[in-house]
């Protein structure tokens, strides 16, 4: 895997779990919060394993139904994006792309 992807991911899910510790911080001290379709976006983006880790770690978002829902589409979707990407690459030298 390329140095790039790896430094992407990496940030991505740095981000990511940074922004649901905001957003945690936020509902304790009753401020401004962060969109949940904000940190679902994140997470399609790639983050997921991060959102993941701050729902267990920081407690937050793992109650509400619908937000655990639209989560494991977003990581389905993800996944599902990155294997049609695999596929396509290995496709592409078939038929001569």
Do not use: S
């Given at each position: 895997m390329?140095?790039?992807?790896?430094?992407?991911?990496?940030?991505i899910?740095?981000?990511?779990?940074?922004?649901?510790?905001?957003d945690?911080?936020?509902?304790r001290?009753?401020q401004?919060r962060t969109?949940e379709?904000?940190l679902h976006?994140?997470?399609?983006a790639g983050g997921?394993p991060?959102a993941r880790l701050?729902?267990?770690?920081l407690?937050?978002?793992?109650?509400?139904?619908s937000f655990?829902t639209?989560?494991?589409?977003?990581?389905?979707?993800?996944?599902?994006?990155?294997?049609?990407y695999?596929?396509?690459e290995?496709?592409?030298?078939?038929?001569?792309?």
């Open positions: 390329p140095t790039i992807t790896l430094a992407a991911a990496f940030a899910n740095a981000t990511t779990f940074f922004a649901y510790w905001l945690k911080h936020a509902a001290k009753g401004w969109k379709d904000t976006l994140f997470g399609l997921w991060a701050a729902q267990q770690v407690r937050h978002k793992t109650i509400k139904p655990q639209t989560y494991w589409v977003t990581v389905w979707v993800h996944l599902g994006a990155l294997c049609g695999l596929f396509w290995r496709l592409k030298p078939l038929l001569n792309l």
